[in-house]
């Protein structure tokens, strides 16, 4: 039995429909793949994103790696955001920061030169949170649900407009 051109041509059709389909399910599962590993400097100015584009919330992230010797200045973590650097906020669990820890959080009013600097390389779970979109406060523990428990009670707490942020 012979087989007409218009078949060929519709075998040739399905398969190329089936390698789109294909192609899809690949890239979304690679796209899924953080290529850029979970490093801080990465993932600090995404979760800052986030919750400044919601105005509202937390955004957390788990195993985030502080590279040895790095600096994460305020200016940087801001990124795009329009939060100003003086509303940004930072508290540490004490078992990663302080003197002769992993981690030194800076001191006095944050400003756009504020930076943490990593004296040891470590991984840390990270919680970013605003309660009304111009004061924030970004959580450092070794926990992931305290983290996220101590933004949770920076939102809640009538405190959050004087950047009450802490770990304590």
């Known amino acids: 039995m012979r087989r007409g051109q218009a078949f060929d041509t ?3 059709v399905i398969s190329v429909i089936v ?3 294909i192609l899809g399910i690949l890239l979304g599962f690679i796209g899924g ?27 957390s992230a788990s195993s985030v790696e502080f590279k040895i010797d790095s600096k994460l200045y305020w200016k940087n973590i801001i990124g795009e955001t329009s939060v100003d650097p003086a509303n940004l906020f930072a508290a540490c669990d004490s078992n990663i920061c302080g003197s002769g820890k992993s981690l030194t959080l800076p001191t006095g009013n944050p400003s756009e030169s504020s930076k943490i600097t990593v004296n040891k390389g470590v991984k840390a779970n990270i919680a970013i949170c605003t309660a009304d979109g111009v004061t924030y406060c970004m959580i450092i523990h070794a926990s992931k649900k305290t983290a996220s ?20």
Do not use: R, W
Request: proline fraction near 2%.
């Open 149 to 168: 428990d101590k933004c949770d009670a920076f939102i809640t707490a009538s405190t959050h407009l004087q950047g009450q942020c802490t770990v304590s």
């Open 33 to 59: 793949i953080n290529l850029f590993g979970s490093t801080a400097d990465y993932i600090m100015p995404q979760l800052l994103k986030k919750v400044s584009q919601s105005g509202y919330g937390v955004e």
């Open 19 to 21: 390698a789109v389909a």
């Open 10 to 12: 519709m075998m040739l």
